[in-house]
């Protein structure tokens, strides 16, 4: 079933993210971690559905997508990037595999972040943030999404590491192998992993290379 909604309210998150709070239609429900299709209520636009994961909180009265513009081609985010409030947006049912399971490592890529900010946000909430760590990679230090959130949310929990970026206060380079064996104290935990494709595929292989169960390795399939 297809809702339109308005959009609430759009605030700016890093140079080219951007968060967008929507109507949150009657009965509507998701569990942290889950998408949706989104499409732009505009002639010629409204097949145009693209994935977009919630990054609010389930038992608020809105609903919150968190977004990265694409502008290297005319498409649905570059778009998206230039609506305003009042606007409206076609949502489809929710669907996802990505659900949190237990204390463990949370591996995330740019906006590969973003099913895991409503994980995060539940955990602050409920009190059990305790056990969970972070690595994000990202391509420069401006592109870090809801860096200051993150930092205060798992503080010692979270490394950022910069792939085009040196000499700033996080780590330079990749979430490759080394990293992994490094900072990686126990493959019997629970592993989130969001990102590029070949990043999610590269990272699971490590992991279960090292002796993580495929079992506990949640990502979006």
């Known amino acids: 079933m297809s809702h339109i909604v308005k959009i609430l309210e ?3 998150v890093t140079h080219n993210v951007k968060s967008f709070k929507i109507e949150k239609p009657q009965g509507y429900s998701f569990t942290p971690g889950q998408a949706t299709d ?5 002639a010629g636009w409204e097949n145009e559905k693209r994935p977009f994961t919630f990054t609010s909180l389930n038992e608020l009265p809105y609903l ?19 609506l305003h409030k009042g606007d ?10 990505i659900e949190y399971k237990g204390a ?24 059990q943030l305790a056990g969970n760590k972070l690595f994000f990679s990202n391509k420069t230090a401006a592109d870090i999404i809801y860096k200051e959130e993150l930092s205060s949310m798992l503080g010692n929990n979270i490394i950022n590491i910069l792939s085009e970026e040196t000499g700033s206060e ?5 979430i490759d192998e080394s990293f992994i064996k ?21 990272i699971n292989n490590m992991l279960v290379k090292h002796g993580a169960s495929p079992d506990n390795v949640v990502f979006e399939k």
């Open 10 to 12: 759009i605030n700016n």
């Open 38 to 42: 989104v499409a732009l209520n505009k």
């Open 64 to 82: 919150e997508f968190t977004i990265k513009r694409y502008s290297d081609h005319d498409g649905v985010t570059n778009h998206l990037h230039g």
């Open 88 to 97: 409206e947006l076609i949502i489809d049912d929710v669907w996802g595999a």
């Open 104 to 127: 463990g490592y949370f591996i995330a890529g740019g906006a590969g972040i973003t099913p895991f900010i409503a994980i995060l946000r539940q955990l602050r909430k409920d009190g």
């Open 170 to 174: 996080y780590l330079s380079g990749r």
């Open 182 to 202: 490094k900072y990686v104290t126990d493959f019997h935990a629970h592993f989130y992993v969001c990102g590029p494709d070949p990043m999610i595929a590269a």
